[in-house]
């Protein structure tokens, strides 16, 4: 039989062999393969866990002046109704309350982010001839929330000095929100705890009584008064001149300076019925920061990237760009501190997941290498590698990214993976060693020796595996790198089998290679004398029944080993991270200054906790969103 024309009777595994050990197109191919999956390592993004889609979002409809049960009765109930409706919706919460109605509509999960927003407007604008006509109900306002909204990255601003006040910071706080905003990849950036300038107006009513001035007058005049025209234009001398009339309030003295009426024939000042003076917002939040020595009051910055970025590049360019604006934007009495960094944590856990994917195809070919020998380890390795390389391509175009789920899913199969390249290898060598044909002649047979087999286990794997990626609710998402990447891999890995290796085995083995006998020769004496007391002793009897007993004691020791927690079991690597939330839910009603007082006291508690370095308080009406979240 010639290596160029295959046995009719010969399977698809082993006409394959044939047509490609020698074709000019398998090294291309191999090439192709190596190539793209080298840049799916480079493009693929890095994130701590797989993007799904879980998409809810808050509807709110303001209805002034409304008392709760009025807005239930005319708004919430019907709008509820028509949200209902919507194709997709999962569950739906409603809030009757004074001056509106907040719903919150959750989707169900694999509904994209765009796709659930478009259905809420245009369910909620095609049908607004529910509203009640004439009643001051305002047009609905939708937000929608995502995973996508948690921060990867939170930068902490706090005073070094007291000349740094809280307002100062803020103010920083906003520019460095500006500066963020313009690096590629982020998406939503916000400040917790910020402390906004104001001013101050204070009205005396026995002034106003003696001056005439009615606060209807005056609700009327402010608005007027901080406001500027349209832009006009003047045509003359064949010039259009661009003019606008009025403008808005800068600072405190324009303010103190309003005329809000007339008294005796003469103008009265807002100065003249009000204390004015520059000052800070009632806080609606606060955020204190410690690191154990002493604590201050801060500011955090959250920012968020977008969908499918790589957020250890993001990360990286957001503290790169806090390194620029060091000397320039931030003042030396504030000190800024990154207290978050998932792009860190992303980046420590793939690379970690890389070295031990790389560890397990490495101790394999070590195994082939003692077994087979060097030509034979090289081939199962090629092949082992291109298999990997060409699965984060797959893994690539089908929309996943590098996380510890589907990084998971390449380490659960490596085994797999390699299974068939080093069956196929094995009965090459097999042939190989017994000389009979030439190594161009016997490949195509050897292959198909074990082509069915092999194929046969490899979709046998995929039927048991593929099922899970059909899993509903929210681990269905989450899951699916697991059985979509394994898969894929096992594809890939049964041709890589039946077209890589039959090639690179002509290539690199030698034919009656005397060091390949001698390995197989040394191999077979030391079965033969690990078995012979187990199949042709004289007391093979009793030795088998010691193996039993050596194994069933083997079988206990590793039962025992989980329960002692001695081994962990555990279906994904840990999801270690630097940082912890401890939520506190205060009755309803509670003051923020009696939140802060409960919070300094459970502050107190972490100061004598060894392993925590540093921590945040953060007091308001709702904690910062993380992923928990």
Do not use: C
């Amino acid at each position: 039989m010639s290596h160029n024309t295959p046995d009719e009777k010969m399977g698809i595994s082993g006409r394959i062999a044939a047509a490609f050990q020698a074709s000019a197109m398998t090294p291309l191919l191999a090439l192709v393969g190596l190539l793209l999956g080298l840049m799916a390592i480079a493009v693929t993004p890095k994130e701590e866990e797989p993007q799904i889609d879980v998409t809810f979002a808050d509807v709110y409809i303001p209805f002034p002046g409304a008392s709760p049960r009025e807005v239930e009765s005319l708004v919430t109930n019907p709008a509820e109704q028509i949200v209902s409706e919507i194709n997709g919706i999962d569950k739906i919460y409603s809030f009757s309350q004074p001056g509106g109605a907040m719903i919150v509509a959750i989707f169900e999960v694999g509904i994209p982010r765009n796709e659930a927003v478009v259905k809420i407007y245009n369910k909620l604008y095609s049908n607004n001839d529910w509203m009640p006509a004439n009643m001051g109900v305002g047009q609905p306002i939708i937000k929608p929330r995502g995973i996508e909204d948690v921060p990867i990255v939170n930068v902490t601003l706090s005073p070094k000095s007291e000349s740094a006040t809280l307002q100062e910071i803020t103010s920083v706080a906003h520019g460095l929100e500006t500066e963020l905003k313009r690096i590629p990849g982020t998406r939503d950036i916000y400040t917790v705890g910020r402390q906004p300038t104001i001013v101050d107006v204070r009205l005396d009513p026995a002034k106003m009584s003696g001056y005439g001035v009615t606060i209807d007058s005056l609700n009327q005049m402010l608005p007027d008064a901080n406001s500027a025209s349209p832009m006009l234009s003047l045509t003359q001398d064949n010039q259009s001149i661009p003019l606008q009339i009025g403008e808005f309030l800068t600072n405190v003295d324009e303010v103190k300076q309003l005329v809000v009426g007339l008294h005796a024939g003469q103008p009265v000042y807002l100065a003249d019925i009000a204390d004015i003076n520059l000052g800070t917002d009632t806080p609606t939040q606060v955020v204190w920061t410690s690191d154990k020595s002493d604590i201050k009051p801060a500011v955090t910055i959250a920012i968020a990237k977008k969908s499918g970025e790589n957020a250890v590049d993001v990360a990286k360019a957001v503290e790169e760009r806090l390194g620029e604006l060091e000397s320039t934007l931030i003042p030396d009495n504030i000190q800024v501190d990154v207290t978050r960094d998932y792009g860190q944590t992303a980046a420590d856990k793939a690379n970690t997941l890389i070295g031990k994917l790389a560890f397990a195809t490495g101790a394999v070919v070590l195994l082939v290498l003692v077994t087979m020998g060097v030509r034979e380890a090289v081939v199962v390795g090629v092949a082992v590698i291109i298999t990997l390389l060409l699965t984060l391509f797959a893994s690539w175009a089908w929309g996943f990214t590098l996380n510890r789920v589907s990084l998971f899913a390449l380490i659960f199969s490596i085994g797999i993976l390699v299974d068939d390249a080093i069956v196929v290898v094995e009965n090459i060598h097999r042939h190989m060693v017994k000389g009979k044909q030439k190594l161009a002649e016997l490949i195509p047979g050897a292959v198909d020796e074990v082509g069915g087999p092999t194929i046969l286990a490899t979709l046998t794997v995929i039927a048991a595996l593929l099922p899970m990626a059909f899993v509903s609710g929210l681990m269905g998402p989450y899951m699916s790198p697991i059985p979509i990447n394994a898969s894929m891999g096992m594809l890939i890995s049964l041709i890589i089998a039946f077209v890589l290796t039959p090639w690179l085995a002509r290539i690199l083995l030698k034919e009656g290679d005397a060091h390949e006998e001698e390995v197989s020769s040394k191999q077979s004496a030391f079965f033969k004398k690990v078995m012979s007391p187990f199949v042709v002793s004289r007391v093979q009897k009793r030795n088998r029944l010691l193996l039993g007993v050596g194994v069933l004691v083997a079988i206990a020791v590793s039962m025992w080993l989980p329960v002692q927690q001695l081994v962990v079991m555990k279906m994904l690597p840990f999801d270690n991270k630097s940082e912890f939330q401890v939520i506190l839910d205060m009755p309803e009603g509670n003051s923020l200054e009696r939140t802060q007082r409960v919070l300094f006291e459970l502050s107190d508690a972490l100061n004598d906790v060894e392993e925590v370095s540093d921590y945040q308080i953060y007091a308001g009406t709702a904690a910062p969103i993380n992923f928990n979240a």
